[in-house]
Structure formats: C-alpha cells, structure tokens
C-alpha cells in the first residue's frame, strides 16, 4: 500500500498541473490589454532657426525669398498674400516644382498658436522642401 | 535504481515562474522609460511629416506645456536655465545633438519661441518640432 502511494506522487510530479498556469496567463493578458494604451505614430519637423538677432535682420531679407507669415489669428500669408490652405499647398507644390532646396522663410508671430505653425510645416513636409526656417515676429 | 522514474519528468514550473519574473521586469521597465514624458501635452497633426524611425540615445527633448511651461524629463525650468542646460550639452556632446521640441498645439509661438532661442544662443540651429502622423485608435 505504501509503496503503492509513492509511486503515485511520483507521477504527480511528473506531469505538470496547467489549470493554474493557464490562468495566471490570461491574468497576465488581460492585465496588459487592459493598460496598455494605443500609442499614436509620432513625426519630426525639421527647422532651421536663424540665430537671434535684432529686428534689422528683417530689412536684409532678399526680395526674392519666400516669406510664408503666420498671424495670431490663423492667418496665413505668403508674400504678404492671404492664402487658404488648399491654395499654400498648390502655390508650395510649384515651388518645389522649381527648386526643392529653396529657402523658405517662415515668419510666426509671437502669438500665433504653435498648431498653425506645425500646420505650415506639414505642408511644406508635404511637398518636399526641406530648408525651412522659422523665424519669430513681434 | 530507485531514482531513475523520476529523472525523465523535468520540472517545468520554476522555470515558468522564472521566465514570467522577467517577462513582467522588462515591461515595467520598457513603461518606466516613457513616464519621463509630460503626457499633458497635446501634440499638433502633422500627417504628411516624415515618420519617426530611428532615435538618436543623445537626443533632447524640451517639453513647452499648454501654458508655455518649458520642461525636460518633466523638470520644469526657465529659458535661461535652458540655455545653460544647452550649453553644458553642447560643450559635451557636440553641436550634433538632435533636439526635439514637444509643443502643445494650443501654446502661444513666444513660449516656443523663447525655447528655440535658448537653444539657438547655445549655438544649436537645427531643431525638430514633434508632431504626430496619426492617431491611433
């Protein structure tokens, strides 16, 4: 009889009890489905920031160079032109057309909301011109 | 003699509490790394911006909040402390050093803007705002 039990123990701990691993996995699982936060696809803009300087840097700027300025209110101007979204994006795409290492200058005023800016960025992200450069505007 | 049924069983168990051990160490500590993050903030779309790929380990990332609080690593500091913090990082790193600007969409451009020219006067020009491509979920 006893040797009988021993060799049942002995079989016991040979095959391995999964019911409680089972549930200490799908513990887990749901442990980490439940926490886990989708996590958004993140961008970079890349800037050229001139370095700071008084205001008379304004009067040197080339007649030529695009000057793309961002109002307070969202306003969006392109050599002191007032453009919608759509037509800055067709205007920059012809630019870019021309020369994709242009110059573009992007002045934002002080109190403008940084989206309005990110959103000017975007688009020139959006048609390939790379020398941007973000210069601040009382 | 006697011991030879029980060598073929191996015993699985320690080894399972093991592995979950360490599985259950490198997630929380894969978390530990993005708490360093102001989660606040309110990152503006950008869905046509260059997606990120690679990070560079030496990056900086300035944080400048809804009300145009400027933070790293969620300590919050002044633009001229910024500037100090920058100039120390490029007199030991270089003026390679990528830095990236997290900026709430709604933050006026002059908090920004005094972030950008801490960075500038410590003679880093080229900067990177951050944005996000898409949202998820």
Known sequence: ?138 | MKKRPEEPGLNMTPMIDVVFQLIIFFVTTADMQQKAIDESIRLALAPHAKPVETRDPREVVIEVDKNGKISIARTYMSPEYLYTVMKKTVADQGQTVPVIIRADGDTHHEAVRAAMDACTKAGLWKMKFSAVKEKAG
């Open chain 1, 1 to 138: 009889m006893a040797r009988k039990r021993k060799r049942n123990l002995g079989g016991d701990a040979g095959e391995l009890n999964m019911t409680a691993m089972i549930d200490v996995v799908f513990q887990l699982l749901i442990f980490f489905l439940v926490t886990q936060k989708p996590i958004d696809t993140m961008a970079n803009l890349d800037v050229f920031r001139p370095s700071p300087t008084p205001p008379k840097d304004e009067v040197q700027t080339p007649p030529n160079m695009i000057r793309i300025q961002v109002l307070p209110s969202g306003v969006i101007t392109i050599n002191d032109r007032t453009v919608g979204h759509s037509e800055l994006e067709m205007l920059l795409g012809k630019l870019a057309g021309l020369s994709q290492n242009q110059t573009i200058m992007i002045l934002c005023s002080a109190q403008s909301r940084h989206e309005d800016l990110v959103r000017v960025l975007d688009l020139c992200a959006k048609t390939g011109l790379v020398n941007l450069s973000v210069v601040s505007i009382n």
